[in-house]
């Protein structure tokens, strides 16, 4: 998966001239070996210059530090820290920055050997505010030398996510389908956040496809499809389309993503794609967000924007699918109760036609679109990939813009159930604690389309201080609250 940033930190040590350097330096070394010793080394760099005392320490430190290729920067607190050096290192530094201090070592040195880095932090996080500098704080930003690399670790999904924005371009297909207006992309927010986007019509992506007819190319992606398909290749005649439909949008990206170093598509897929071009293009979309591309279905540009963050936190496929219908009372009831500490409201399936990656299905075929079959032939309908969504934990969420340019994002931790869902499509049986409320009071209450984006493993916590660091408003995260902790609109004595 290539599509993201690979991370490289800059370690830079601060420390207030009234301490002892010492400190800072002794520390930073600590902290250095701690990383390396349990993670990728590869992720940090440790600055050389020795401690930022001055204003003249910070831009040599942001010179070494952009030289060494570092995309994220990690300000250590040694010490107490000079409160302006140290935040003019985020002020000018290209890229996320995180602010953590050290921990006092020993109660038998704390004449000498005593920091104060508890205090400097203070410090520092009054001088970001006063000069408007975003930066990354941890919950608890002040530990030990491993404690603080775990929290260089933690920083690391999240410095990649907003580095992959800042350097993202998405590409539209068309207007969104008729009735379809709750996927609304407002797109002042988009260049707020630093995206760039193209819009394209339908006639431009079909000239192109036209373009690739008898590519040379399609016999070697037809081998991939087959070989990925295996037992469930049940529609080997609409392959070579499927390549031809691959291949178009591929050299689509290379042609068109500019300067830009990421790309994700939001794409049209009916109604008119079917009778035009001669088949769905799920499968094709899946197998792109199985490399690290995603393609939202039905123009859905802040879904696309959704997908892409989810896949660069969890460095792994990302889906998108419709929250879509309710669990049936019988289903329910003969595979669901007395097995998972769920109520029938906290489920639902999620689905789409086709478009998720076959590494996330336990099962695949390809087949053809059955919703669309009743009012087209069957025939032009072929290309999605069915099958059960794997079972495991997964997160829900998605950033949104409101009509009115409000960024609104949510976030849901919940699994798939390993039950079998009975029907058709991209699907699974979601269970997510407090469901039932949190569909009324976040999902609909806040407006958000039927559109989610899906994550495979809990990555609430990341994603939470990337849209918090991108400038969404924490009162406009919404997330499913426990039980007795009231929504704002809720009705206490329902």
């Not at 599509?3 to 040590?13: C, F, H, L, Q, S």
Request: hydrophobic share 40%; proline share 5%; with cysteine.
């Amino acid at each position: 998966m290539m599509n993201m940033p690979e991370v490289k930190i800059g370690i830079v040590a601060v420390s207030r001239d009234c301490f002892p350097e010492s400190l800072s330096v002794n520390r930073r070394k600590a902290l250095v070996e701690a990383y390396k010793a349990k993670y990728d080394e590869a992720n940090i760099y440790e600055c050389p210059i020795c401690i930022v005392e001055s204003e003249i320490h910070m831009v040599q430190a942001l010179e070494d530090i952009k030289a060494a290729g570092c995309n994220a920067l990690v300000v250590y607190l040694g010490n107490f820290g000079p409160e302006i050096s140290e935040t003019l290192l985020a002020k000018h530094f290209d890229g996320p920055a995180m602010f953590i201090a050290a921990a006092e070592e020993s109660g038998n040195n704390l004449i000498q050997g005593r920091g104060d880095a508890y205090c400097g932090m203070l410090n520092a996080s009054y001088n970001l505010k006063l000069r408007n500098i975003k930066a990354y704080i941890p919950e608890y930003p002040v530990g030990t030398a491993q404690e603080c690399a775990d929290m260089i670790e933690e920083f690391v999904p999240i410095a990649r996510g907003i580095i992959g924005l800042s350097q993202l371009k998405i590409i539209s297909f068309g207007p969104r389908p008729l009735n379809f207006l709750a996927c609304n992309a407002p797109i002042k927010q988009l260049y707020n956040l630093g995206v760039e986007i193209e819009e394209n019509s339908e006639l431009d992506l079909f000239e192109a496809f036209n373009n690739h007819a008898g590519d040379a190319r399609i016999p070697e992606v037809v081998k991939d499809m087959e070989s990925e398909l295996g037992k469930g290749n049940k529609k080997p005649e609409i392959l070579e389309k499927l390549a031809q439909y691959e291949l178009t949008l591929l050299d689509w990206i290379e042609a068109h993503k500019g300067y830009r170093k990421y790309v994700a598509i939001a794409g049209k897929c009916w109604p008119a794609f079917q009778t035009q071009f001669g088949f769905v293009p799920c499968f094709v979309n899946s197998r792109l967000a199985g490399r690290g591309i995603p393609v939202s279905c039905e123009v859905d540009i802040y879904g696309a924007l959704s997908e892409f963050i989810g896949t660069c936190v969890s460095k792994d496929a990302v889906t998108l699918l419709d929250i879509n219908n309710s669990v049936p009372a019988d289903l329910y009831q003969e595979d669901i109760k007395g097995n998972y500490d769920y109520a029938q409201k906290e489920t639902f399936m999620g689905f789409h036609c086709g478009n998720t990656s076959s590494k996330k299905l336990s099962f695949c075929e390809m087949k053809y679109q059955l919703i669309m079959a009743r009012s087209l032939p069957e025939e032009v309908t072929q290309g999605t990939l069915e099958g059960d969504i794997a079972p495991g934990d997964i997160t829900f969420f998605r950033l949104q813009s409101t009509a009115d340019n409000v960024l609104r994002a949510y976030i849901a931790h919940g699994e798939v159930l390993p039950v079998a869902t009975r029907s058709f499509g991209s699907i699974g049986i979601f269970a997510i604690p407090e469901m039932n409320r949190f569909y009324r009071h976040v999902l609909i209450e806040k407006n958000f389309p039927h559109h989610g984006a899906v994550a495979f493993g809990h990555f609430g916590k990341a994603l939470y201080e990337i849209f918090k660091y991108i400038g969404v408003d924490v009162e406009e995260i919404g997330f499913n609250q426990p039980k007795g902790m009231l929504y704002k609109t809720e009705n206490p004595f329902a």
